[in-house]
């Protein structure tokens, strides 16, 4: 059985900042492509950054110079590096990551959900 675990996340003021992990664990070959989501109520989830294996890093246009996501691939854990937050970046965030439990198995795996809430 394969689990992400998030911590990390709470109450902060605009401006503030936050540090996101997910981890990792269970029986996994390997661990492709790790990112974040997020929803804010009445919204759809939509993605705010992810980060291959390699280290190559993609982000959202909403947190772009804002947010950095990086991962430690000998931990099995992703981190968001969250500053100059707004209130517009409240919401449950999801940690997501395509793992391979065997050369002939992939899956797409969430974490519970974290909640962060900006404050103005």
């Known amino acids: 059985q394969v689990q992400l675990v998030e911590s990390g996340g709470g109450l902060v003021q605009a401006g503030g900042s936050l540090r996101l992990s997910c981890a990792a664990s269970g029986s996994m070959f390997s661990i492709n492509n790790m990112g974040w989501y997020r929803q804010a109520p009445g919204k759809q989830r939509e993605l705010v950054a992810d980060i291959t294996s390699g280290g190559s890093t993609n982000y959202a246009d909403s947190v772009k110079g804002r947010f950095t996501i990086s991962r430690d691939n000998a931990k099995n854990t992703v981190y968001l590096q969250m500053n100059s937050l707004e209130p517009e970046d409240t919401a449950v965030y999801y940690c997501?990551?395509?793992?391979?439990?065997?050369?002939?198995?992939?899956?797409?795996?969430w974490g519970q959900g974290t909640q962060v809430t900006v404050s103005s």
């Open positions: 997501n990551a395509v793992i391979r439990r065997s050369i002939w198995s992939r899956g797409d795996y």
